[in-house]
């Protein structure tokens, strides 16, 4: 039995929500479905409003562009995240500035943040890694003191708790449906808006700078080019899709909880005896089960551990390479040994095979295969 990565799971119902789309004979942005999804999110997060975008991607560039991103603004983010961050500021003409991570949840070191911050800096722009919640109050009072804009880069963490008003503690926060997140529609993402100052401009972005969405909603006659845009619209035959994900959040949460729980206890003992770590959810906070990591004693046993996991057929994965230290890193003046605390955990850590679909089928020989693995490392505990 093989054990990929990650594997998209099916509810049942998109079969019948597409069908009701296809047929509804709308399948541009903000139909039925689209309508349907966002007003979902700003009931179940309290965002003043959710624009639903191709992907997360998308959204983070629009929230880039919404934040007027200009030349020679800094932009503060972690490292440790995925090319998408940084390139959103880096399409808008800014400079990404990167800090370190707190190695406990591998999110951004809050503490660090201050000393980067220079009369150029704009926005702060934390993720939440394997959907673990970042000290996001502490950020906000950051971002507050220094009046800079902050978007929280939630591709991950949809769901997650951190007290009662964590989804609107940033200005923008961004979601992703790519096939690889808990809910998914294949590509799909939202930028979702808690100050209506970014209203109407977040619509004029949205439908390639007109204010085609004031003529939908019968306010104006006819629509022109207003401003600068693009096509940020996800079709609403995606938006079917996504829909049947979205009611099924409780089933996908509770199953991916199993995966996560599994994984703890079988860690526990070797973490216990300092030997690895796997991810810290902060006190009051909760987590959505998105990823999960181990970071190893050291770089051999991460390898050896991969490898020997492949070889039977389980398929773990590495964290990212740490933005600053890649290529286009190094193009921005970094270089190896800029960020130690991020380079060392990006050494020594493994993500484990983490799909909705793995909780009924194949977590028990995944548990007995890795606990094979551990063994091989460390000897029985
Ligand atoms: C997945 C992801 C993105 C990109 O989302 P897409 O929908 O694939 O464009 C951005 N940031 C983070 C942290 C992600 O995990």
Request: proline residues 4%; aromatic residues 12%; charged residues 25%.
């Amino acid at each position: 039995m093989k054990i990929p990565f990650n594997r998209v799971y099916i509810t049942g119902k998109e079969v019948e929500f597409f069908t009701q789309a296809l047929y509804s004979r709308g399948h541009c942005g903000n139909h039925g479905f689209g309508k349907k999804c966002a007003t979902f999110l700003e009931q179940k997060f309290g965002f003043t409003e959710v624009f639903l975008v191709p992907s997360g991607t998308d959204a983070l560039e629009m929230g880039a562009l919404l934040a007027d991103l200009k030349k020679d603004d800094e932009v503060i983010l972690p490292s440790w995240t995925f090319s998408s961050t940084a390139n959103a500021i880096v399409l808008a003409g800014a400079t990404p500035v990167f800090c370190e991570v707190d190695p406990k949840t591998m999110n951004i070191d809050a503490s660090k943040i201050e000393k980067l911050i220079t009369p150029r800096t704009k926005m702060i722009v934390p993720i939440d890694y394997a959907g673990v919640p970042c000290e996001l109050r502490e950020i906000r009072k950051i971002a507050d003191k220094h009046n800079l804009t902050l978007m929280l880069d939630a591709a991950q963490s949809m769901t997650s708790t951190y007290g009662d008003d964590y989804w609107r503690l940033a200005d923008l926060v961004t979601f992703s449906f790519h096939e690889t997140k808990n809910f998914s529609c294949g590509e799909g993402g939202a930028l979702c808006v808690n100050r209506r100052r970014y209203l109407p401009r977040a619509e004029f972005l949205q439908e390639k700078g007109t204010d085609r969405t004031q003529l939908m909603k019968g306010v104006i006659s006819r629509y022109s080019w207003v401003d600068k845009g693009s096509s940020y619209l996800l079709s609403d035959l995606l938006a079917a899709v996504l829909y049947s994900q979205l009611e099924s959040i409780d089933e996908i949460t509770q199953k991916r909880k199993q995966i996560w729980d599994a994984y703890k206890k079988l860690l526990a003992p070797y973490e216990q005896r300092g030997l690895v770590r796997t991810p810290h959810v902060p006190q009051g906070a909760t987590v959505n089960y998105h990823a999960f990591w181990v970071i190893f004693d050291n770089e051999a046993n991460q390898m050896r551990f991969m490898n020997k996991l492949r070889e039977v057929d389980v398929h773990s994965y590495i964290g990212y390479v740490p933005l600053h230290s890649s290529k286009m890193g190094v193009n921005f003046g970094y270089k190896e040994g800029d960020l130690p605390i991020t380079e060392d955990c990006f050494r020594r850590l493994a993500r484990l095979p983490f799909f909705t679909d793995l909780a009924s089928d194949g977590l028990e020989v995944c548990l007995e295969r890795m606990k094979n693995v551990l063994q091989q490392l460390y000897g029985s505990l």
